[in-house]
């Protein structure tokens, strides 16, 4: 699957484990992203990482014109609606 700006991803490795996240910019290499969840990295800081400790959902959302707790509610959604279907 190819990664592309503004598909929501999982953190399956570090400190933020098991955190959703989206992808805000791709480096030119396609090694690195720079991802954003509102909240401990915000839009105006987004974290680095590498795209090997990530798991790509398939969601793509529109992040053109979306603030920090937009971009919380829609991550806290799709976390709530993985949760429910895995039960």
Do not use: Q, W
Not at 1 to 16: L, P, S, T
Not at 34 to 43: E, M, V, W
């Amino acid at each position: 699957m190819e990664i592309v700006k503004g598909m929501v991803v999982k953190a399956i490795a570090g400190r933020d484990k098991g955190i959703y996240f989206v992808v805000t910019e791709i480096s030119d290499d396609r090694k690195y992203v720079l991802i954003s969840d509102g909240r401990t990295r915000k839009l105006s800081g987004p974290k680095k990482k590498s795209i090997k400790h990530l798991k790509m959902t398939g969601t793509v959302i529109d992040i053109n014109d979306i603030t920090n707790k937009k971009l919380k509610m829609v991550l806290k959604n799709i976390d709530c609606s993985v949760n429910e279907s895995e039960v």
